[in-house]
């Protein structure tokens, strides 16, 4: 057995050992028995310039390595280090194919022994990490990190790493360990071949399961803890209406406790809107504390009451936050228990009946491989099947669709029902005080499909603002052609042995009888028609689109609307091609329907295996019932909605979109949301324009008598903290070409850069702009020494590209669309704001110009009454980015000169805290920004 390990990290001049770039810092730990035995590290000479965004990162520069050894140097020291070990790294292709490299040049041999990878193993390991990236597991695991991206610290810290991770794999149950060694061939590291040590060191030893673990049908699983009340002398609960028993209550809970006035009133608030019964909008500023401002009264009208409340949010961020930091806050401070459970869409739950039939597939890809891996390790851990736990690659998502839990036909083995997390959830929901969901869940009993929340009479709404938004969305269709095409992939042709084949062999084992069953040639026949059918239709929709885009230059990404007035050739086409594909879609579903039912009135006993793929095969007939609907509501039945196409003119036709939303939804919500309910309160920091929640009240369909209307304002010192900057050297938006707007932006954003030293966010209206000007500063090469990151550009979700940019000083974002709001970024990290362009919707917006048609039909004024409105909120939302505590100070800088220059400028600047504003050249305005940060 191989005991040794050499853990290796590299600092380099670039990432293309083949194309010239060098190392110039080399570092090795050597572990033996389990205890780090030597380390070793060595600057080196590169013999090139060091760039400066590499020095930025390292801190390593041309001056530190021109008296360091040559690689050839140490060549024979690294040899003899690596000699009878296996090579580990945190992603070890890089370190490996540069230490090649430079080992052959100095003429040794390559390293050709095993090779073990801490980003592999810790995906496996640690399948709920928030990410992979070293800082962030040595964050996760307090390991001492304080010199990245330097090598000898680098490799300390990963080898450190290494040993948790092996100490891991050692604490897992012996059966997880075998599956995940029948798995690990597929992996890209020697993982299997220290997995296979493992095992013949563990032998014979019986193991005792600890006594969290259980095993059901070769799987181990945590065991349901099931939640008892705790005993505790629960005193009469009265709600504390006064400040001062707010204040003694609180105190129990938190030793250093600052009223809040703003919080205090928003508690009485929404306490008195459900014991009266009464809709109530509530802005709140940021730092009102709104979470607490809403979960204590609601904690005590539930208890007082003995009736449930639902908090819905947008994201799953804040239902996380609310859960696992809030709730746990308010127990402390409660003198009684209270019972929250976070609720979500069923697809959101892994069914462990499919992921046990899963696991006995074969021919998996790399991600799949993965996947399975971190499941299995996942379910010694995971108490609720929440995929949002798992952090899964974009291969990963894939294969959870085959795993999720969806509603089964066939009675299920009734081990697999007693731990199915998806029932888990809604049995706890059933049973909470507090239910915590999002928005579409919440409007999901709106389309009469079966409910999936309790009934509850009482809701807070909060991130409110974004209610119209998902209403629209819920009460719409979406039509994209990777889906369609993957769904029917599903299925497939006889001979790509997919359900199809399944369902056949199935057919043909069951004992001979009449029926009026379709030929599986003529079936395998349909499959091609419907195939070439839908990928014409597709090719309609994007032929279309390109015949209505107006010549815009540098667009590349667009949105076409599709008129019910329109009577052209093109659209006649794809009207009579969706009504054929409609038709062809109906012919399966009825076909594969036919075969189903024989299968089920039949006398074969099926297997669990049989058994799955019947259950897999009514889940594709659902979908593909609710695929022809779609088709059928978008293109065949008059409707009022909105339809529009979106897609990308570089990408082939046929990967287009298509979208039908209606324009207003206020009717809806009102009737059946609103009026079902005792009382909703809707909460956000953004839901009146021009001190007046006139617009929102219209969006959301809320009567102003009837619904109490309460701003609370931010305790924050903004003219203290914030001043904003209007460039007066810009030019006019709408006066010059993209380009020339594009060149002007970037020459101040390099100016302003200078003067914050980064720490600078940047908030576009479209991504084109947004692409152009960091192409544009790259190109540029006055920022070089700072770090861009880009939405759509630079790889990650928000969240990761955030964590990104507060890990360097010197660090610029760019960003669009969910950049406006859901960033927090605190303190020093963040500085200075830019918004390129005050944030109306484009007028071509296919929702937007329908909205402002209707508005304008019945005499309405649609520029005052939706487009100005709407910029205003979103604008809000743009500057909550910047001042987020107390403490934080910041420059805001507006380039769009429309604020000054016209007569709807003002409500803007209304809109928000009132600051210091001052106009001016940049030149003189960067001046002001050292002594003001």
């Known amino acids: ?49 060091i760039p400066p965004f590499i020095e930025e990162l390292t801190g390593i520069n041309d001056d530190m390595v021109k008296g360091a050894p040559l690689f050839s140097e140490i060549a024979e020291k690294v040899t003899s280090l690596l000699d009878g070990a296996y090579f580990v790294a945190h992603n070890v292709l890089f370190d490996l194919s540069f230490l090649q490299e430079e080992l052959i040049e100095a003429g040794c041999e390559g390293f050709f022994g ?22 962030d597991l040595a964050e996760q695991e307090n390991l001492n990190h304080d010199r990245p991206h330097q090598a000898d610290s680098d490799a300390l810290v990963t080898a450190e790493l290494f040993l948790l991770l092996l100490e891991r794999l050692a604490s897992l149950p012996q059966l997880t360990i075998r599956q995940i060694t029948q798995l690990s061939g597929g992996l890209k590291s020697d993982l299997q071949q220290l997995l296979d040590e493992l095992a013949d060191t563990a032998g014979e030893m019986r193991e005792q399961l600890p006594d969290s673990i259980e095993v059901y049908n070769d799987l181990a699983l945590k065991k349901n803890s099931v939640e008892v009340g705790l005993e505790s002398e629960e005193k009469e609960a009265f709600y504390p209406a006064s400040d001062e028993d707010k204040i003694e209550m609180i105190k129990h809970g938190f030793q250093f406790f600052e009223k809040r006035s703003g919080q205090f009133q928003m508690m009485d608030a929404v306490y008195e809107s459900f014991q009266t019964q009464r809709n109530t909008l509530i802005e709140a500023g940021t730092g009102v504390g709104k979470s607490l401002g809403y979960l204590l009264p609601i904690a005590y009208f539930s208890k007082l009451r003995n009736l449930p409340v639902i908090v819905s949010t947008h994201t799953i961020q804040l239902q996380e936050q609310i859960l696992n930091k809030e709730i746990p806050l308010l127990a402390k401070i409660l003198p009684f228990n209270i019972n929250s459970v976070l609720l979500k869409g069923r697809n959101h739950y892994l069914s462990l009946e499919k992921f046990h039939q899963s696991l006995m597939e074969e021919n998996d890809n790399y991600d799949t491989t993965l996947t399975k891996m ?68 919440l409007l999901s009993d709106l389309k009469g499909e079966g409910s999936i929340l309790p009934a509850a009479d009482f809701v807070v709404i909060d991130e409110g603002h974004h209610l119209e938004k998902v209403a629209s969305q819920f009460f719409g269709y979406s039509l994209d052609y990777l889906s369609s095409r993957m769904l029917l992939g599903q299925f497939g042709l006889y001979e790509q042995k997919q359900l199809f084949y399944e369902l056949e062999k199935l057919i043909t084992s069951l004992p001979k009888q009449e029926t009026k069953l379709i030929h599986a040639f003529e079936l395998n026949q349909l499959m091609i028609d419907l195939t070439y059918e839908m990928d014409e ?30 009577s052209g050739k093109e659209k006649k086409a794809l009207v009579h091609c969706a009504e054929r594909f409609s038709f062809l879609l109906k012919d399966l579903h009825s076909a594969i329907i036919e075969r189903l039912s024989l299968i089920k009135n039949g006398k074969k006993a099926l297997s669990s295996k049989e058994d799955n793929k019947i259950e897999e095969t009514y889940t594709f007939v659902n979908e593909l019932g609710e695929l022809r609907n779609t088709v059928n509501n978008c293109f065949i039945k008059e409707t009022k909605d909105v339809k529009w196409i979106e897609m990308d003119i570089r990408a082939p036709q046929n990967i287009t979109t298509f979208i039908a939303q209606p324009a207003f939804v206020a009717e809806q919500l009102k ?34 008598v009837s619904t109490r209307q309460i701003t609370i304002p931010s305790p924050f010192h903004y003219k203290d903290q914030v001043q904003l900057f209007i460039p007066d050297d810009l030019p006019e938006i709408k006066s010059v070409t993209l380009e020339e707007y594009v060149i002007a932006i970037t020459e101040h954003i390099i100016t302003i850069a200078e ?19 960091y192409e544009l500063i790259k190109e540029s090469g006055f920022l070089d020494e700072y770090v861009l990151i880009a939405q759509g550009i630079t790889s990650g979700s928000r969240t990761r590209l955030t964590r990104n940019f507060q890990r360097y000083d010197k660090a610029i974002l760019l960003g669009t669309s969910s950049f406006w709001e859901g960033v927090d970024i605190p303190g020093e990290d963040l500085s200075c704001l830019v918004i390129v362009r005050l944030p109306f919707s484009p007028p071509d917006e296919p929702l937007t110009e329908a909205k402002c048609q209707l508005i304008g039909t019945r005499g309405g004024n649609s520029f005052t009454e939706y487009s100005l409105p709407e910029a205003i909120l979103r604008f809000k939302q743009g500057f909550g980015r910047l001042i987020r505590t107390e403490k934080d100070r910041g420059i805001m800088f507006v380039f769009d000169r429309r604020i000054v220059t016209t007569k709807y400028g003002k409500s803007f600047l209304q809109s928000i805290p009132e600051i210091p504003v001052k106009n001016g050249a940049i030149d003189e305005l960067v001046e002001i920004i050292p002594t003001w940060l």
């Not at 309910?677 to 006139?694: E, G, P, R, Y």
């Not at 003067?755 to 000007?773: E, H, N, P, Q, S």
């Open 1 to 49: 057995m191989l005991n040794k390990f050499v853990v290796i990290d590299l600092e380099t001049t670039g990432n293309l050992p083949k194309k010239g770039d060098r190392i110039i810092q080399f570092a090795a730990v050597v572990i033996e028995n389990g205890k780090i035995t030597e380390k070793f590290s060595s600057l080196l000479n590169p013999k090139k310039a």
């Open 114 to 135: 095993s090779v073990l990878d801490t980003v592999e193993m810790a995906r496996i390991l640690y399948p709920t990490a928030d990410g992979y990236k070293l800082s």
């Open 374 to 441: 971190q499941i299995l390790v996942w379910l010694t851990e995971t108490d609720t099947g929440d995929k949002d736990e798992l952090n899964l690659s974009s291969g990963g998502l894939l294969y959870w669709n085959k795993i999720k839990d969806e509603p089964n036909v066939f009675l299920q083995n009734k081990g697999w029902q007693e731990r199915d997390f998806y029932y888990r959830a809604k049995n706890k929901a059933h049973a909470a005080d507090i239910i915590i969901t999002n928005h579409s869940l």
């Open 537 to 566: 239709f597709f090719k309609l929709i994007a032929l279309y689109a390109k015949t209505k885009l107006s010549n815009k230059k540098g667009i590349n990404r667009i949105k076409v609307r599709l008129s019910d007035s329109d």
């Open 671 to 704: 009737e059946k949301f609103f009026r079902a309910k005792k009382a909703v309160v809707l909460t956000s920091a953004t839901l009146s324009v021009n001190n007046s929640f006139d617009y929102i009240m219209t969006e959301l369909g809320l009567d102003a």
């Open 755 to 773: 003067a914050t030293k980064g720490r600078m966010l940047i908030l576009f209206t479209a991504y084109d702009m947004l692409k152009k000007t």
